[in-house]
């Protein structure tokens, strides 16, 4: 089945710098990818929708600046949490879907990313 | 828009026993509707999805749920749970159109011995 590849699982970072994670899809094409942030004992929060060589969707209240997403290739994109602070800790979850099946066939996420902010 | 409401925030059950995690959806449009397990520190797993047909759908680890449209449900059964079977769930639907997904905020079910 299709897997997605998410990078790293765990990170502890300084406030101020940045911080990248992966969303790889291995087996499929994904033109669209979408970024997840999950508090604890929450549900997932959408933060934006990663398109395949054009500029992310971002959710309201989410501040694109922030959270940079690159989506360069059909099975690659990337979300850069910069200047990081402590509020920024969180659970990070991407997901995409086989560009080449219907919309009805469920996303596959990634296996998450816990960042820590000290 | 879109919204899902998960009616139990928390399961406790007895192992073998049944359980029942009931998800109640509100869309203007076509929906899909999906079921989703997460373990801890863990991405999300697809546990069955309903698109369109037979209303009863069955998924892995023996889950089943069943699409009710008039009263806008979508509950998760399982007729005998295990330990493993402890973790977070979430009932999701997804626009046909624009597949992005809404989430419920979660029912955690706690399979005890």
């Known amino acids: 089945g299709a897997v997605v590849s998410q990078h790293p699982s765990r990170v502890i970072c300084k406030s101020g710098t940045s911080v990248k994670i992966e969303c790889r899809s291995l087996d499929f094409q994904a033109t669209t990818m979408f970024w997840y942030r999950q508090f604890p004992k929450q549900s997932l929060m959408l933060m934006a929708t990663?398109?395949?060589?054009?500029?992310?969707?971002?959710e309201q209240g989410v501040e694109k600046d922030k959270f940079l997403i690159n989506h360069a290739s059909l099975t690659l994109s990337t979300l850069t949490v910069t200047s990081a602070h402590p509020e920024d800790s969180s659970f990070y979850i991407c997901?995409?879907?086989?560009?080449?099946?219907?919309?009805?066939?469920?996303?596959?996420f990634g296996s998450g990313t816990r960042l820590t902010v000290v | 828009a879109q919204s899902v409401t998960q009616l139990d925030s928390q399961v406790p059950v007895f192992e073998e026993a049944p359980v029942e995690l009931r998800c109640n959806y509100s869309s203007s449009v076509s929906v899909y509707l999906f079921w989703y397990v997460q373990y801890p520190n863990q991405g999300l797993q697809l546990l069955l999805k309903?698109?369109?047909?037979?209303?009863l759908v069955k998924g892995i680890n023996g889950f089943e749920a069943e699409f009710n449209k008039s009263q806008t449900s979508f509950h998760l059964r399982k007729p005998s749970v295990h330990i493993s079977d402890t973790a977070e769930y979430f009932c999701?639907?997804?626009?046909?159109?624009?597949?992005?997904?809404?989430f419920g905020d979660g029912t955690t079910l706690t399979v005890k011995p």
């Open positions: 990663s398109n395949e060589g054009s500029k992310a969707t971002y």
């Open positions: 999701a639907v997804s626009d046909t159109n624009a597949g992005k997904s809404t």
């Open positions: 309903y698109l369109s047909g037979s209303t």
């Open positions: 997901s995409a879907r086989d560009s080449g099946t219907g919309i009805g066939y469920g996303y596959t």
